[in-house]
T-cell receptor
Framework: AQSVTQLGSHVSVSEGALVLLRCNYSSSVPPYLFWYVQYPNQGLQLLLKYTTGATLVKGINGFEAEFKKSETSFHLTKPSAHMSDAAEYFCAVSGQGAQKLVFGQGTRLTINP | DGGITQSPKYLFRKEGQNVTLSCEQNLNHDAMYWYRQDPGQGLRLIYYSQIVNDFQKGDIAEGYSVSREKKESFPLTVTSAQKNPTAFYLC????????????FGEGSWLTVV
């Protein structure tokens, strides 16, 4: 079985500051890991994903995440926050097919001018 | 453009009524999904279908029904048996060739009046 824990339901950073959104997972099989972003009243958009291979994954909008098996983590980072990054972010894990995709509770990111 | 189209965007239901949310995809994906999103609770899987004329219950199927008569269509009916239907509903699809990545529609708001 898979599960996801996102640490912090709400994160606030200043414009230009580092963004760090934390995600820890548990999985009984090698995981596929995903980060999605959701803007108000919209669907989820894929930011990046890890399946196999390189553990540092680059995504859209300047985001990246690193798969750390020893820490069972897949934290999302961006070096410099923009106002347009304000949204809700979801981490998800899948180990046995997409129908088994399990989402975290989400982290709302606020950017202060 | 390829994508997933949900309609309507906003829907109001009276007590005791059934309503149907439409979901159409032109991505040629085999699998389709319905999720429910409530504030602070992440996404929960209602139903999914991996092939035409076949579907399985997800984690919260009670009070919902689906059909999959065509590859591109996966409508969701919210029945009167669903006691708390007010939520944001997200349709999604995936294909094995895309690494089981799930892609989402723009969502539909259902409100009971």
């Amino acid at each position: 079985a898979q599960s996801v824990t996102q640490l912090g339901s709400h994160v606030s950073v200043s414009e230009g500051a580092l963004v760090l959104l934390r995600c820890n997972y548990s999985s009984s099989v090698p995981p596929y890991l995903f980060w999605y972003v959701q803007y108000p009243n919209q669907g989820l958009q894929l930011l990046l994903k890890y399946t196999t291979g390189a553990t540092l994954v680059k995504g859209i909008n300047g985001f990246e995440a690193e798969f750390k098996k020893s820490e069972t983590s897949f934290h999302l980072t961006k070096p410099s926050a923009h106002m347009s990054d304000a949204a809700e972010y979801f981490c998800a894990v899948s180990g046995q097919g997409a129908q088994k995709l399990v989402f975290g509770q989400g982290t709302r990111l606020t950017i202060n001018p | 453009d390829g994508g997933i189209t949900q309609s309507p965007k906003y829907l109001f239901r009276k007590e005791g009524q059934n309503v149907t949310l439409s979901c159409e995809q032109n991505l040629n994906h085999d699998a389709m999904y319905w999720y429910r999103q409530d504030p602070g609770q992440g996404l929960r899987l209602i139903y999914y279908s991996q092939i035409v004329n076949d579907f399985q219950k997800g984690d919260i199927a009670e009070g919902y029904s689906v059909s999959r008569e065509k590859k591109e269509s996966f409508p969701l009916t919210v029945t009167s048996a669903q006691k708390n239907p007010t939520a944001f509903y997200l349709c999604a699809s995936s294909d094995r060739d895309a690494g089981n990545t799930i892609y989402f529609g723009e969502g539909s708001w259902l409100t009971v009046v």
